[in-house]
């Protein structure tokens, strides 16, 4: 009886605030944002699920997991809206690209306070990747609201693993708000294997894996995939579900989840060409098709040309300034599903090999290096695309190699599916 009261309260000060607010930064009466928040057909993140979770933050001190893509109706920054109805936010953390999600990426982000709500901003992507015992003391909940994009090589997850395990060793309880996956309709790639794990990439899966940031934290927890020292069955976690959202949805993002996806088309494309962040190639950054554009100024001069340039999110991009030669493959989203086709794309990879004058210098690292020691083998997961790719086998022989991994992750995955397929 107490907790529905709690609910009933909750609701009705969330509504009282959505009549009161006619302010710059909603820019719409209650009228008109009431049947937006609750279309019966519009895909809804967690964070707008409101009667499920605002109990639980009720006299709470919440620290949240945050950063530009943490936002309600597709504009209201999530942090603005719960601040609005009484929600007591004591810290914000934030991940790679900082924030408001302008720093480059794999730029180290320092502390901060947030100028617009006056918010102690600790970044977990500098000189720590962890809360520390300091941070966490004044806090007695965990709330974590990221959009991710589905791709193993894409951090957030990552930053969610060691946020999981953070929760653990301080005895919070973590809230994940769930958000739709945009690549969450396929699942494909090399699994990662074991010696290959680093920060873009800590878990034996593909490169898609097709689930939501809400069923990926199930699976870290419900497989005990946590560090030794963090048994899943001592977190404290909660989902939060989306509303209308199903594995055959086509989701786009409102805001860009970091400074190089700037559109629908590079999120489709990211999984199949980030691969280039691996070789000598330009992978796009410092244009405006990143991921989408890919090229070296030593390939044929016949071939589309491109230079990058130094701009927000990319200020020292690969070939900064100079004449490259190579691949435009954008075009509007709908056109780039129909090529993508559910499927990894490993097709201009091969040819950019193929044609790349000097084959010894195509993928970075050291001569000398231990397979371990290449970035390509970090995104790929394992040494044996590299390989692949020097071979020139076929798209089609590469993809058989992977069917056995593929196999195992999905029946692992399926138990831990909160949406119909």
Same mark, same amino acid.
Request: hydrophobic share 35%; glycine share 8%; proline share 6%.
């Given at each position: 009886?107490k907790?529905?009261?709690?609910?009933c309260?909750?609701?009705?000060?969330?509504l009282?605030?959505?009549?009161a607010q006619?302010?710059?930064?909603h820019n719409?009466?209650?009228?008109d944002?009431?049947?937006?928040f609750?279309?019966?057909?519009?895909?809804q993140p967690g964070?707008?699920n409101?009667?499920v979770?605002?109990?639980?933050l009720s006299?709470?001190r919440?620290?949240l997991f945050a950063?530009?893509?943490t936002?309600v109706?597709?504009?209201?920054?999530?942090v603005d809206?719960?601040?609005?109805?009484?929600?007591?936010?004591?810290k914000?953390?934030a991940p790679?690209?900082g924030?408001?999600?302008?720093?480059?990426a794999?730029?180290?982000?320092?502390?901060?306070?947030?100028?617009?709500?006056?918010?102690?901003?600790?970044s977990?992507y500098?000189k720590k990747?962890?809360?520390s015992?300091?941070d966490m003391k004044?806090?007695?909940?965990l709330?974590?609201?990221?959009q991710d994009?589905?791709?193993r090589?894409?951090t957030?997850?990552?930053s969610l693993?060691?946020f999981?395990?953070?929760a653990v060793q301080f005895?919070?309880?973590?809230?994940?708000?769930?958000?739709?996956?945009?690549?969450?309709f396929y699942?494909d790639?090399?699994?990662?294997?074991k010696?290959?794990?680093s920060?873009v990439?800590?878990q034996?899966v593909?490169?898609v894996?097709?689930?939501t940031?809400?069923?990926?934290? @199930?699976?870290?927890? #419900?497989? /005990?995939?946590l &560090?030794?020292?963090?048994?899943?069955?001592?977190?404290?976690l909660?989902? $939060?579900?989306?509303?209308?959202?199903?594995?055959?949805?086509?989701?786009?993002l409102?805001v860009?989840?970091?400074p190089?996806l700037?559109?629908?088309a590079?999120?489709?494309?990211?999984p199949?060409?980030?691969?280039?962040?691996?070789?000598?190639?330009s992978e796009?950054r410092?244009t405006d098709?990143p991921?989408q554009v890919f090229g070296?100024?030593?390939?044929?001069?016949?071939?589309?040309?491109?230079?990058p340039?130094?701009?927000?999110?990319?200020?020292?991009p690969?070939?900064?300034? @100079?004449l490259?030669? #190579?691949? /435009?493959?954008? &075009?509007?989203p709908?056109?780039?599903?129909?090529t993508i086709?559910?499927q $990894?794309?490993?097709?201009?990879?091969?040819e950019a090999?193929k044609l790349?004058?000097?084959?010894?210098?195509f993928?970075?690292g050291?001569?000398?290096?231990?397979?371990t020691?290449?970035?390509?083998n970090k995104?790929s997961g394992?040494?044996k695309?590299?390989?692949?790719?020097?071979?020139?086998?076929?798209?089609a022989?590469?993809?058989r190699?992977?069917e056995?991994?593929?196999?195992?992750?999905k029946?692992?995955?399926?138990k831990?599916l909160?949406y119909?397929?």
């Open positions: 009886m907790q529905r009261l709690l609910t309260l909750w609701a009705l000060i969330l009282t605030s959505a009549c006619k302010s710059t930064s719409k009466s209650a009228k944002a009431e049947p937006v609750n279309s019966k057909n519009r895909i964070a707008e409101f009667k979770y605002l109990p639980l006299g709470k919440v620290a950063n530009q893509t936002v109706n597709d504009s209201i920054h999530l809206e719960l601040r609005n109805i009484g929600v007591n936010i004591v914000i953390f790679e690209h924030f408001r999600g302008t720093a480059d794999g730029e180290k982000v320092d502390n901060s306070v947030d100028k617009k709500t006056g918010i102690q901003v600790i977990l500098g990747r962890k809360p015992e300091e004044d806090v007695d909940i709330l974590f609201d990221i994009i589905g791709v090589f894409y957030y997850i990552s693993e060691e999981m395990e953070s005895n919070k309880p973590l809230v994940v708000l769930d958000r739709p996956n945009p690549n969450g699942i790639g090399p699994v990662l294997e010696p290959f794990r920060f990439g800590m034996a593909p490169i894996y097709g689930m940031i809400g069923e990926y934290a @199930k699976m870290l927890a #419900g497989e /005990n995939w &560090g030794s020292e963090f048994p899943g069955n001592k977190l404290r909660t989902v $939060i579900p989306c509303i209308n959202y199903t594995h055959s949805s086509r989701y786009k409102p860009k989840p970091s190089n700037p559109d629908m590079s999120i489709y494309w990211y199949s060409t980030c691969l280039f962040e691996g070789t000598v190639l796009g410092g098709k991921f070296h100024p030593d390939l044929p001069k016949n071939l589309y040309s491109f230079t340039v130094s701009r927000e999110g990319a200020k020292d690969k070939h900064k300034d @100079k490259c030669f #190579g691949w /435009n493959i954008s &075009g509007t709908d056109k780039v599903l129909e086709n559910n $990894i794309h490993l097709e201009y990879l091969l090999y790349f004058p000097e084959k010894n210098k993928f970075i050291k001569e000398g290096a231990k397979p020691e290449y970035f390509f995104l394992n040494a695309l590299m390989e692949q790719v020097k071979q020139q086998l076929t798209m022989e590469i993809r190699s992977w056995p991994g593929l196999k195992e992750f029946i692992i995955r399926k831990y909160l119909e397929e």
